[in-house]
């Protein structure tokens, strides 16, 4: 690749790895649209890295809060209540269905990184969970709007004005082994190219009620273990294809790391702030945009 290029694919993975859009599914398809080469797999696991990276300088002291909780809570029973604890828990439960899905899956979903056919119907996938999870969120989110205004303080209740607070926190839907589990399958269905990652946990995580920053840092977190994880994994099998490639392709993903890497941390904050105030289904209808794009150059070009 030129610099032009790399320059381009390492923004991609970038912002496409954060934003619900499918990271996997744009470097196939960017690539297809302008005539590129595509990119071996091993590059597009060393942009995934890079953007790891761009996770954990947003969210290190969280990482390392989970994590020493989580040793903790092992030796210690009291310290298992700890939010921390239970949030490393819930990692390990959501992390465990794409373990199992990327060792029995992986060949199978190499495939699928040359057929910018399935990468459009798999974007179509990633837009229904988006607009579902948003949808899904909104309905648990007006029932609970309701419980809260039943149990507001009322001067004749027999309540303390303590506990009724409490109640109406405690009506807000929390994560739980289930909600993790139904995650963990979320992330799993991602391993498909053109179904994002951070759309399917968010999505299925919303799908319960829970509050869409929460989805949001829940998918960022989760997506630690994974990418390096995954980023292990194939530098183990392509490590002499790493290692022998010419200065100039060392170059070439050494220029797309670090724009990867800067554009994660854009795209990180950027989420969790859009997050706070606005839905996702912008990302819903980029997805179509981008899919129908992909079916109109496939027939363009097929005659």
Known sequence: MNILQSIIIGITQGLAEFFP?????HLVIIPYFFKW???PLYYAVILHFATLLSLLTVYYRDAGNIISSFFIGIFKRDKRNDKNFKLAVFIIIASVPAVIAGFFLNDIVEGF???PLYIGIFLLITAIFLFTGEKRGKVVGARLSTISEDLSPKPDSGKSIDRQINNIKNSNPKMSYLIAAVVGIGQAIAIL???SRSGSTISF??????KREECVKFSFL???PVIFGSFIFELYKSHEIIFNSSTLNMADMTISFVFAYVSGLLAIKF???LSRTSNLNIFAIYCIVMAVAVFIVI?????
Not at 205 to 210: L, P, S
Not at 299 to 303: E, H, M, Q, T
């Open 205 to 210: 995580a919303r799908f319960f009620g829970i």
């Open 222 to 224: 989760l997506s630690i």
């Open 299 to 303: 027939i363009v070009r097929s005659f």
């Open 21 to 25: 859009v499918s990271s996997s599914g």
């Open 113 to 115: 990184f040359s057929k």
């Open 271 to 273: 989420l969790a702030r």
């Open 193 to 195: 190219p053109g179904i």
């Open 37 to 39: 080469t595509y990119l």
